[in-house]
């Protein structure tokens, strides 16, 4: 005979409990979202190339040449790795806000796809690694030509993309949450000036992070793209590596992990009540 408190647990409706239950049905999620992309696959990657190439071209050979080497690396590599990072981030941040959005509330594809069997957790599951794998295609594609120019390790590179891909996962499922209280596009903005600009601007993208002061440091580490940058930047500028940066992964880690079960709870919530 099964107790009142056991039946309530397995009688309590889906956006009442707070961990998710996705499936592999999350495959299907990605792969929709991988066939609609490749119709629009040119405009997608010059969106996501052509702004961090400027970056990299008028920052590193512009404020290369008059500041040399920081960090005992030429300029326009230390930023080179720099900028790998960051447009992973926006990548990855703008897919999870914009498009995930547009499926969600304006076109309908995710009622279509509850219609389906299939879970919100599962659509959640799908729509982060989606982010996470476009994230991957972007810094695929400025890390090539960074080693076209000699700037970055092309085996450094090619070792990076999957932990690019993984700590992607972080900045979407970030980037989910927001998009699950979002009632329109504005309110995007907010996020990016708030979360995303702080980042980019204070997570070693431009300079060391030693430049600021202690406070700001310990900020800056609090959020994943320093940690992101403390373990890809080495690896593809031919640095040295130990088994600190492994520990710099907890941080994304964790963010992905808590990120996740509660975008997932918001989007039940939103979705099914």
Known sequence: MISESNRSVHTAAPHERWLPRPSLRFVAVWRRNLRVWRKLMVPSLIGHFGEPILYLLAFGYGLGA?????????????????????????????????????????QQTWAAMLAAPLEVDDIVLGEAIWAASKALISAAAIGCVAVVLGLLSPWGVLLALPLIWLICLAFACMALIVTAVSPS????????????????????????????????????YLLPLAHMIEIIRPLVTGGALHVGLLLHLLVPIAYTAVAFCIASWLFRRRLLR
């Open 185 to 220: 596009y504005d309110f995007f903005l907010y996020y990016f000036t708030l979360i995303l600009t702080p980042m980019l601007l204070l997570s070693g993208v431009f300079f060391p992070l030693e430049q600021l002061p202690s406070l700001v440091v310990s900020l800056a």
């Open 66 to 106: 008059l500041i040399g080497e920081v960090s005992e690396l030429p300029y326009i590599v230390f930023i080179a790795s720099g900028i790998l990072c960051s447009s992973a981030m926006f990548a990855a941040s703008f897919e999870g806000l914009y498009s995930a959005f547009t499926r969600m509330h304006v």
